[in-house]
């Protein structure tokens, strides 16, 4: 999501245009399914071995820097640059994130082959959700004069000096599926599944002071985990063995060093200020573009202090 939420504030690209729409079209927006799709095709299916040999490290999801890493196979080189940035950005992303909850074994390590099969769930079941649903903007296109063109941006390369964009790729359809993802994966889960913790009085928890009952994301997150474990190979089918062996070079818990780091008062503000950002949003009819930008100076203001 952060990815493709990323390509709003970038602007169109041309790799990104849906040529077979429209023969007008010069750009588009990453939308998730896109994303997706290209994932499950260009990460690696070499499977690690299961001895603590270095050679792993660069097989396995933030064991080492992204620079380091090898989470493509070969035919990322046959996508188009624009394509590539964004696979790239996302997956660098996943290895910072990997790599903190790693080291301090609030995750397993997942070799980049099982995160290629985690994508493959993630696109088939968000394709099959996205399949008929009458709110698709794609079935509400609306030709801007040029056929198949429904949205145009300044600065770009048209004639007119604008970025023609079809439906498929446009920012309206990028926004549509991002709520759709969140809805469906984070906020909601899917009801049509018998396990859905929606199902029962047990799954809803109560909010006294707005009177009402809801289902917290933090279960369907969990939720969603079991479901798609269930599609993934256990440790023996995987490793050969039921225990998964350590990464090489990194001590149990017992033997690392902690560190108390002292509160940073300016980070504690910025932090702050976005959370205010956050709640005042749709107050102050912020649009997408300039939140993420807003939210983006934030946060590389966080990092530099």
Known sequence: METCKQSL???????????HESEHTNGGYLTIDT???CLQRILTDVKPTPSENPENGPLICGLVSFEESQPFNG???????DLAHYCGLCMRKL??????????????WLPWCIIKKVMMIYYDKFTFTIMGDDSDPFYHRVSLVLEGIVERVPDGPSTNGE????????????????????RFFIEYGDSSESSWPGHGN?????DEDEDVYYIASDDICRWWAGEMRSFLPSNR???GEDERPRPPNYPPPARRPTTVEPVNET?????????FVEEKRETWKMNEGDYLKLSNLMKEAFDSV
């Open 95 to 108: 290895n910072e994130k990997a790599h903190e909850l790693g080291v301090y074994d609030q995750q397993d």
């Open 9 to 19: 504030v970038d602007g169109p690209k041309a790799g990104l245009a849906a040529t």
């Open 202 to 206: 047990g799954g809803y928890r109560y």
């Open 163 to 182: 970025w023609l964009i079809s439906v498929s790729c446009s920012s309206m359809r990028l926004k549509w599926m991002e709520n759709l993802f969140k």
């Open 267 to 275: 980070k504690k503000k910025l932090t702050e200020m976005l959370a």
């Open 237 to 239: 089918e995987f490793w």
């Open 35 to 37: 994303l997706l799709h």
């Open 75 to 81: 035919s990322i080189s046959n996508i188009n640059p």
